[in-house]
């Protein structure tokens, strides 16, 4: 069962490399989280490497801005690894076509933009729905509506045969006091109704596999027992790790602060009982990263 902690310096020195969710954990879509700042820095300082491991649909750099423009200081991370990167390549591989019918809002449609790491990539267009080969979906058209609202298009999806790639697989994410919609959400719609849904985000295989790459690209070749995934999403950081057998350290003060009854720290028998529901085993657990 999950050893709750109180600070991560308790076992960062059995780690020489951590794999860090974003959202929920070293921010909150507006602000940074000092402990978390502060605990990650210090990790750092001891010569382990942190590699930004996130479901955001944008591409590294894009993200890289993001954390300036909210205050997160780039000496508490060292690389980033994002689904959007991930999904970005396979799509440029043709994995749904060339015609796509792209979901989500103007900002996400730098999805699109060229990349460099795929060889004689595809020409990518978005298509109104009747004419694509395939969908694109980055998020919501509008993160605060009902998925439901996708059910005429995905109906029609469904009958032409159209696959969906989805570059977040989150289902909600919590920005300040609100919780919104992500793409994960439109994808598991779609799967539900009997769509086939295509995953490049936690906790599917190929975005470990990028984080490894960055971490390789650090000159830091470390074995997967030395490796610590951190994040609040049972479902994707820890499922992930999980899948990957990597040690894991679940931050409850996150999406499942209500579930765990985490104020500062969870409440033991609460935490216990949900995990047992979740069929989630994380190494550790802390209320928040700090």
Not at 27 to 49: D, E, M
Not at 117 to 131: A, F
Not at 141 to 154: L, S
Not at 179 to 202: I, P, T
Request: hydrophobic share 40%; proline share 6%; with cysteine.
């Amino acid at each position: 069962m999950t050893q709750i902690i109180e600070s991560l310096s308790e076992i960062s020195d059995r780690y020489e490399a951590l794999f860090v969710d974003l959202w929920g954990c070293v921010h909150n879509g507006i602000t940074p989280f000092p402990g978390a700042v502060s605990a990650l820095q210090a990790y750092r300082a001891t010569g382990g490497k942190v590699v930004l491991v996130t479901n955001s649909p944008r591409a590294r750099d894009r993200v890289e801005k993001q954390l300036a423009q909210i205050g997160v200081p780039a000496d508490c991370w060292d690389a980033i690894a994002t689904s959007g990167d991930s999904a970005r390549a396979a799509m440029f591989r043709g994995v749904v076509g060339e015609k796509v019918y792209f979901i989500g809002q103007d900002g996400d449609r730098k999805i699109f933009d060229p990349i460099r790491i795929v060889e004689n990539p595809v020409n990518v267009t978005p298509v109104p729905l009747e004419e694509a080969e395939g969908i694109v979906c980055a998020g919501p058209f509008d993160p605060t509506a009902d998925p439901d609202v996708m059910r005429p298009d995905f109906l029609y999806a469904k009958q032409k045969g159209l696959k969906l790639l989805c570059a977040n697989p989150d289902i909600v994410v919590d920005r300040g006091d609100h919780r919104e919609w992500c793409a994960g959400a439109l994808a598991r719609l779609y799967s539900e109704m009997g769509g086939e849904s295509l995953y490049f985000g936690k906790p599917h295989p190929p975005i470990y596999d990028l984080a490894l790459r960055r971490l390789t690209a650090l000159g830091k070749v470390v074995d997967s027992e030395t490796i610590l995934a951190i994040g609040d999403g049972i479902l994707t950081d820890i499922a992930g790790a999980m899948g990957e057998d990597i040690d894991s350290l679940f931050i409850s003060g996150g999406l499942s602060a209500a579930e765990t009854k985490t104020s500062h720290q969870p409440d033991e028998t609460i935490l216990r009982d949900y995990l047992e529901r979740e069929k989630s085993s994380p190494t550790y657990t802390i209320g928040h990263l700090r």
